[in-house]
């Protein structure tokens, strides 16, 4: 009996996070769900006891996806690569994941719960992004400063950026995107290197 109460509990997951995939937050609702997995939505229920649970369940999943595209980065050989690639893993994951992006970014949270895991995420990924920024500025790769100030700087012009980009600012092409992203962030690195 828990393998198939866990196995319903897993359908619903994963039919909720289709259709946050293809409808956004706003096609999520409990009678989806249940429409879709094919129980009632007191089945639901007794897995989920509200939406916010539900979209517990998306953010986790959602985290879990940008997780995947930063851990690569992180192991570059020195720390201005590894920079860069976190640079550029959060440029993948706004144009390749863009619902979970907006999830993240853009849409309210439901709730102080979820908005403390988000905020705990972030503040661990910005985390990795400080230290990078101090080795490069002890290695004499960028100049001497404020570490935690460096990295707002390069991850407000990082996110400024796809924030744009979500917007249609700059035109729906991701390819253009990509290069406008890449030399603008390489623009700022420029700015920040130590002067020989």
Not at 11 to 31: C, D, K, N, P
Not at 133 to 151: H, N, S, W, Y
Request: include cysteine; aromatic fraction near 8%.
């Amino acid at each position: 009996m828990p393998t198939l109460m866990n196995d319903l509990k897993s359908r619903i997951s994963l039919t909720a996070q289709e259709l946050f995939l293809t409808e956004g937050v706003e096609g999520v609702s409990m009678r989806r769900i249940a429409e879709r997995v094919g129980v009632t939505a007191t089945a639901i229920y007794r897995h989920f006891p509200n939406k916010e649970a539900i979209l517990e369940e998306i953010i986790g999943a959602g985290l879990t996806i940008l997780s995947n595209y930063l851990t690569p980065a992180l192991k570059a050989d020195n720390p201005f690569e590894r920079l860069k690639g976190l640079i550029d893993a959060y440029l993948r994951f706004a144009i390749e994941q863009p619902r979970y992006f907006d999830l993240a970014f853009l849409v309210p949270g439901p709730t102080t719960h979820l908005s403390q895991e988000l905020e705990r995420h972030t503040h661990a990924t910005f985390k990795l992004a400080v230290e990078q920024v101090g080795l490069c500025m002890q290695a004499g790769i960028f100049r001497k400063g404020d570490p935690i100030e460096t990295a707002v700087y390069l991850w407000s012009t990082a996110h400024g950026l796809v924030m744009l980009h979500r917007m249609n600012r700059f035109g729906s092409n991701a390819e253009d995107f990509t290069r406008l992203y890449r030399s603008t962030i390489e623009r700022a690195i420029e700015g920040l290197r130590e002067k020989t």
